[in-house]
Each structure stands twice: as C-alpha cells, then as structure tokens.
C-alpha cells in the first residue's frame, strides 16, 4: 500500500502562482506513472500532466508552458509548478500513482486550488 498527501493548493491570483507538491508513503521502485489530474464540479477528472519513472513528462494543451512537473525521488515527492495561472485552472487537484508491476493505482485526497481576482 502507498499513501499520498497532496499539498500547496490555496487562493491565487490571475497570472499569479502556484506549487503544488505529493509526497508518497514510501519510495516507489520499478516502473511507475505519477501524474496531476483535477476536477470541477459536474466535469470528469482531466489529466493535467504527468511523469514517469524514466522522466518523461506529458501535459494537457491548456497547460503547456505554463506548467511544469517534476519529482525528487529522494524526497519522494512530485511537483507541480503552476504559472501564470488562469481563472479557469481553478479545481480540485488530485496526485495519481501507477506501479507498472502489479497494475496498482492510487489516488491523493485531493487539494484545492481557486485562482480569483
């Protein structure tokens, strides 16, 4: 079993910025896909962007330059740096962490992130 924690969500402003951070339990070995993912109400859970054992990175196109994902595996931690922000990047963020051996997904609890005026 693996926790993860998300943290660094909050109220932002336009053009403003964000870092959001998932930590797991526990260090990840072997293959395995760590990705940001966010959700508004009565809309389905979007990919924002993602990362793999390998580094190899992908983004959603709404957020391409303007995000970026990174993880220190030391630290067992992922990273999300997100600016500028927008009104509409305003949603539940929720870290995802898929172990290739064995197929095993977890999910975060979720953070919240507002980016208003």
């Known amino acids: 079993q693996v926790q993860l924690v998300e943290s660094g969500g909050g109220l932002a402003q336009p053009g403003g910025s964000l870092r959001l951070s998932c930590t797991t339990s526990r260090s990840i070995s072997g293959g395995y896909i760590m990705g940001w993912y966010r959700q508004t109400p009565g809309k389905e859970r979007e990919l924002v962007a993602s990362?793999?054992?390998?580094?190899?990175?992908n983004y959603a196109d709404s957020v391409k330059g303007r995000f970026t994902i990174s993880r220190d595996a030391a630290k067992n931690t992922m990273y999300l740096q997100m600016a500028p922000l927008k009104s509409e990047d305003t949603a539940d963020y929720y870290c995802?962490?898929?172990?290739?051996?064995?197929?095993?997904?977890?999910w975060g609890p979720g953070t919240q992130v507002t980016v208003s005026p």
């Open positions: 995802k962490l898929h172990i290739v051996f064995g197929g095993r997904t977890y």
């Open positions: 990362i793999d054992s390998r580094g190899s990175t």
